[in-house]
T-cell receptor, first 116, second 116 residues
Framework: DAGVTQSPTHLIKTRGQQVTLRCSPK?????VSWYQQALGQGPQFIFQ???????QRGNFPDRFSGHQFPNYSSELNVNALLLGDSALYLC???????????????FGPGTRLTVL | AQKITQTQPGMFVQEKEAVTLDCTYD???????LFWYKQPSSGEMIFLIY??????QNATEGRYSLNFQKARKSANLVISASQLGDSAMYFC?????????????FGAGTRLAVHP
C-alpha cells in the first residue's frame, strides 16, 4: 500500500522565482492538505483540497496557490519567492468520512525548499 | 481559537524505560480529535495515535498510549519500553470545528533523545 509521495525532495530557488511542488495521496484517500514547516517550529496549515476545490485556507498570501487533479494528486505553487519561504513543505492526505475530526491526515516525506 | 501547548522542549530517557510527553490543549469545540505525530530527522511526519473527544477509553497503539484527561484538557503521550529509534521530534495536534475541521493545529513539539 503506497503512502503519500512528494516530489522533488529538495529544491533550491532564488528570490522572485516560482516553484511547483507535487503530491500523490495515499491509496484510497480523496483529500490533500499542504503545510509549511519552518525550522524549529510545528507545521502551519496552508490549504486543503477536496473534490478539486480549495476547501479551506490558512493565513498565507495569494502567492501560494494550489490545484487538485481528478486522480486526487495535488500541486502547490508559490510565486515571487521570498527568503522567508525557505521551509519544509509537507503534504498530507486523508479520506473524507463526513466526521471530520476523526479524519487522520497521513504525511509525505516533504519537500525542502531553499530560497537564496 | 484552538491552541496546543507542549511545555517540554527536550526530554531524555534511558533505553527500555517509559517516557511521558506532555500536551495541553485549548478549545471550546464540543467535538475534536487529538493526534500525535513523530518526526525523525528525515522530516517525514509519522502518525502515531488518535484520541477522539468523546472516546471513553484512552487510545493505545502498540508501545504508544494516550493519557487523555478531558477535564484538564491534557492528552499526554506515553511511550513504553523506549528504543533508540524513538529519538525524534514529537508533535501533538488538534482537529476541530474552530479550525474548520480540516486544519491540524500543531504544538511546538518535544525533542526526545533515547540513550543506550
Amino acid at each position: 500500500d503506497a503512502g503519500v509521495t512528494q516530489s522533488p525532495t529538495h529544491l533550491i530557488k532564488t528570490r522572485g522565482q516560482q516553484v511547483t511542488l507535487r503530491c500523490s495521496p495515499k491509496s484510497g484517500h480523496d483529500t490533500v492538505s499542504w503545510y509549511q514547516q519552518a525550522l524549529g517550529q510545528g507545521p502551519q496549515f496552508i490549504f486543503q483540497y477536496y473534490e478539486e476545490e480549495e476547501r479551506q485556507r490558512g493565513n498565507f498570501p495569494d502567492r501560494f496557490s494550489g490545484h487538485q487533479f481528478p486522480n486526487y494528486s495535488s500541486e502547490l505553487n508559490v510565486n515571487a519567492l521570498l527568503l522567508g519561504d525557505s521551509a519544509l513543505y509537507l503534504c498530507a492526505s486523508s479520506l473524507d468520512t463526513g466526521t471530520a475530526h476523526t479524519d487522520t491526515q497521513y504525511f509525505g516525506p516533504g519537500t525542502r525548499l531553499t530560497v537564496l | 481559537a484552538q491552541k496546543i501547548t507542549q511545555t517540554q522542549p527536550g526530554m531524555f530517557v534511558q533505553e527500555k524505560e517509559a517516557v511521558t510527553l506532555d500536551c495541553t490543549y485549548d478549545t471550546s469545540d464540543p467535538s475534536y480529535g487529538l493526534f500525535w505525530y513523530k518526526q525523525p530527522s528525515s522530516g517525514e511526519m509519522i502518525f502515531l495515535i488518535y484520541q477522539g473527544s468523546y472516546d471513553q477509553q484512552n487510545a493505545t497503539e502498540g508501545r504508544y498510549s494516550l493519557n487523555f484527561q478531558k477535564a484538564r484538557k491534557s492528552a499526554n503521550l506515553v511511550i513504553s519500553a523506549s528504543q533508540l529509534g524513538d529519538s525524534a521530534m514529537y508533535f501533538c495536534a488538534i482537529l476541530g470545528l474552530s479550525g474548520g475541521y480540516n486544519k491540524l493545529i500543531f504544538g511546538a513539539g518535544t525533542r526526545l533523545a533515547v540513550h543506550p
